[in-house]
């Protein structure tokens, strides 16, 4: 088993991935609450881009522009899935607060991620129980990516919320 740590500043358009205190990877979203960001893992380049609701995430490679997978996420279904090299995997958040989630290849977990602190930073734990492919670090940034959609449309909503309560 691996274990990663990733952190991003709540109010920080970055989010930095370490194997101990080697930085190996990162997401940089074009804005605060922008819908395309720029990965990269293990010096591969990615591309990842979002509708504007959520529901359709997607993983290019940066170099050829190739899509490497497509994620339906669905906000009332914990579940997703990918297909990624022909290989169907499956996203599965583990709790309401998105603070547990994880990947499953044929039902066993491949990734599993536990998000740390989130008031003044949101950052976590990444275990990854198999040997690093490139399925692996296309899953490892998207996880990452979805969560963070996932905070920003909560945010969002309690935002609306509290504008139409007060």
Not at 87 to 100: A, D, P
Not at 128 to 144: Q, R
Not at 152 to 161: E, G, K, V
């Amino acid at each position: 088993m691996e274990r990663y740590f990733w952190s991003k500043g709540i109010l920080k358009n970055q989010l930095e991935i370490f194997h101990g205190s080697e930085r190996i990877g990162s997401i940089v979203w074009e804005s605060l609450i922008g819908s395309k960001a720029h990965g990269m893992i293990n010096g591969r380049r990615f591309i990842l881009s979002r509708e504007f609701f959520l529901s359709k995430l997607e993983i290019f490679d940066a170099n050829n522009q190739a899509l490497l997978g497509t994620i339906m996420i669905n906000l009332f279904n914990p579940k997703s899935d990918i297909i990624i090299n022909g290989k169907r995997f499956e996203l599965e958040v583990k709790n309401f607060w998105q603070s547990r989630w994880s990947w499953k290849f044929n039902g066993d977990e491949l990734i599993t991620y536990q998000s740390h602190e989130f008031l003044t930073k949101d950052k976590g734990s990444i275990e990854v129980f198999t040997a690093s492919t490139e399925e692996i670090e296309i899953l490892l940034l998207l996880g990452l990516f979805v969560r963070n959609q996932f905070i920003l449309f909560m945010l969002m909503i309690l935002i609306l919320l509290m504008i139409v309560i007060f």
